[in-house]
């Protein structure tokens, strides 16, 4: 009994680590990124927090504060159109929209604030997607002012493999140096990883905010900016450390 105790315990422990050493990510993506002539112009965006290296753990979130997109400075708010999708005991979300018009499109959605009892800090990410609609090529950097975003100096879209995009983090609106900028791949198409270290990326902002990475790998890629905040988060009566994120996906396809 006390050697089945010790294996359990050992088996717990490697997994809670396991789950620590990929980096957490708020996924948002639909299918594809560029919508040319004759493809359907409703788009499925899937809202759930995982670790995209593994696929999973996937984590039980609350409703995103917010969600919509950006067009030629124009906001458009959706965020009455979030949807809850419940697998089993978890609770992710979903966003349908249909495209009426050719342009390019910043959609967003904010994260409410998420716990994670195993490194007992809490967690906000603000993630975003450029989506182009019947190549219309259009304003690609609009801000949409959360407290940690990534602006893109290379277009952020139609992106061939080994592509290299550079942006920039701003944290309160104001270019954020040496902070961390993690990247991972969305890992559907089974990539064996040699161990967990090869689980992420990791690059750090020069002093004017700026950061460049290759992405080696066709499929959708996760880019977050991480930056703590300096006040504790207070929840239930007890204060956390509050790691803020700001985070851009990126589709890439081989040149065939």
Same mark, same amino acid.
């Not at 010790?6 to 708020?26: E, P």
């Not at 400075?73 to 009426?100: F, I, M, Y």
């Not at 270019?175 to 961390?180: C, K, L, M, R």
């Not at 990883?193 to 690059?203: H, K, N, Q, T």
């Given at each position: 009994?006390?050697?089945?105790?010790?294996?359990?315990? #050992?088996?717990?422990?490697?997994?809670?680590?396991?789950? *620590?050493?990929?980096?957490?990510?708020?996924?948002?993506?639909?299918?594809?990124?560029?919508?040319?002539?004759?493809?359907?112009?409703?788009?499925?965006?899937?809202?759930?927090?995982?670790?995209?290296?593994?696929?999973?753990?996937?984590?039980?979130?609350?409703? @995103?504060?917010?969600?919509?997109?950006?067009?030629?400075?124009?906001?458009?708010?959706?965020?009455? $159109?979030?949807?809850?999708?419940?697998?089993?005991?978890?609770?992710?979300?979903?966003?349908?929209?249909?495209?009426?018009?050719?342009?390019?499109?910043?959609?967003?959605?904010?994260?409410?604030?998420?716990?994670?009892?195993?490194?007992?800090?809490?967690?906000? *990410?603000? !993630?975003?997607?450029?989506?182009?609609?019947? !190549? !219309?090529?259009?304003?690609? *950097?609009?801000?949409?002012?959360? @407290?940690?975003?990534? #602006?893109?100096?290379?277009? @952020?879209?139609?992106?061939?493999?080994?592509?290299?995009?550079?942006?920039?983090?701003?944290?309160?609106?104001?270019?954020?140096?040496?902070?961390?900028?993690?990247?991972?791949?969305?890992?559907?198409?089974?990539?064996?990883?040699?161990?967990?270290?090869?689980?992420?990326?990791?690059?750090?902002?020069?002093?004017?905010? $700026?950061?460049?990475?290759?992405?080696?790998?066709?499929?959708?890629?996760?880019?977050?900016?991480?930056?703590?905040?300096?006040?504790?988060?207070?929840?239930?009566?007890? *204060?956390?450390?509050?790691?803020? !994120?700001?985070?851009?996906?990126?589709?890439?396809?081989?040149?065939?």
């Amino acid at each position: 009994m006390k050697s089945i105790v010790s294996v359990s315990f #050992i088996f717990i422990a490697l997994w809670l680590y396991s789950c *620590q050493v990929a980096a957490h990510f708020l996924a948002f993506f639909p299918k594809t990124q560029v919508i040319d002539a004759g493809d359907s112009r409703r788009l499925h965006f899937p809202i759930h927090f995982t670790h995209p290296s593994t696929l999973g753990p996937t984590m039980s979130i609350a409703r @995103p504060v917010s969600a919509g997109y950006m067009i030629n400075d124009t906001r458009v708010e959706l965020t009455d $159109e979030l949807k809850a999708v419940n697998q089993g005991s978890k609770t992710s979300w979903g966003l349908d929209v249909n495209l009426r018009r050719p342009g390019t499109y910043t959609f967003y959605t904010n994260q409410a604030p998420y716990l994670d009892p195993t490194e007992e800090v809490v967690i906000t *990410q603000y !993630a975003k997607v450029v989506i182009d609609a019947f !190549a !219309a090529l259009g304003q690609w *950097q609009p801000t949409i002012g959360t @407290p940690v975003e990534i #602006i893109p100096l290379t277009r @952020p879209f139609a992106l061939w493999t080994n592509s290299l995009f550079t942006g920039r983090v701003l944290a309160d609106g104001r270019p954020a140096a040496n902070v961390s900028v993690e990247v991972e791949y969305y890992n559907d198409s089974g990539v064996v990883l040699p161990s967990d270290a090869w689980a992420s990326l990791e690059v750090r902002t020069n002093s004017a905010g $700026e950061f460049s990475v290759v992405l080696p790998r066709e499929g959708w890629w996760g880019i977050a900016a991480l930056v703590p905040d300096e006040m504790s988060f207070t929840l239930e009566g007890k *204060q956390y450390q509050h790691e803020q !994120a700001g985070v851009i996906w990126l589709q890439v396809r081989d040149m065939n």
